[in-house]
């Protein structure tokens, strides 16, 4: 009995070691993106958040003013915090919507097992993949408003075209036209593309059965069933909405007369312009609290809308 007691304890000590070092080695594993993390993520956003309370310039020394920075935005001393902040809202509230919807119809239209389908997913997802400064020089092109593409065309049915990026009025939606033909085909078309596979075909073939149309079928079948998907999607197309600055910084500059000054340009020019750290960390710390709001509403209702299979609602 005390030779099968030694070799339990044997066993026993083998094993602790052995977990030892499967966690030993998995530190390891993590450890490089651990430390970029660190250094390149977290220990950056805590040094904005320091500096977001200080009078900073580069190469200066940070001067402390507490919360005057957040006051001078919030409080409207800067003439072009909240409207750059509407616009960008603006600009989201009119981009996902479109985006999501036209990146559903692409997928339902690929996901037809038509001929030559394969090819067809591959022009849809070209546009994606072209740099966003790419894509703003092809379309400063396409809107020139002397021997641009577009108004040639126009010029030949007898239509004056307008100044596109150059109206106050049009350069926003130019702009819209822009970030639509770069996404629509891209990562939010293929995501719906996987939700529709996913879809049991039984389902659709019984509802057939019972006498359902097509839309009636895609409406009381499909939908319910791709809600995580279309969930997904709106939260990453927020996000990403909020986010645009590169079209405008390459295409408009921010103009004509502010029309395309976004928030995240205004954050730009105040950071790498006019060298104003300390109210530029500010700026990029009240974006985080707006992103993290809209994130945070959209997880909150998606529990009204959103089907889980297999999940009972209480």
Known sequence: MAGVGAAAAEHRKSGMSLRGREELQGWLYVLPWLLGFLIFTFGPMLASFYLSFNKYTVG??????AVSNYARAISGKDDLFWPSMGR????????????????????????????????????FFLPSLTPVVASAIIWLWLYQPEFGAINWLLSEIGIEGPKWLGSPDLAMPSLMIIGLWSSIGGGTM????????????????????DGANTFQRFWNITVPMITPTIF????????????????SMVATGG???????????HLYYNAFQYFDMGYASALAWVFFVLVVTLTYLNVRMSNRWVYYEGEVKR
């Open 190 to 209: 293929i995501i719906f593309l996987a939700g529709l596979q996913g879809v049991p075909q039984e389902l659709q073939e019984a509802a057939a059965i």
């Open 255 to 265: 103009g004509p007369n502010y029309a395309t000054w976004f928030f995240n340009l």
């Open 60 to 65: 200066g020394t940070p001067e402390w003013l």
């Open 232 to 247: 997904f999607n709106l939260v990453i197309g927020v996000i990403g909405a909020l986010k645009v600055f590169a079209v």
């Open 88 to 123: 960008t809202v603006r600009y989201a509230f009119v981009m996902v919507p479109i985006g999501i919807s036209l990146s559903l119809l692409a997928a339902l239209l690929l996901n037809q097992q038509l001929k030559l389908t394969v090819l067809f997913r591959t022009l």
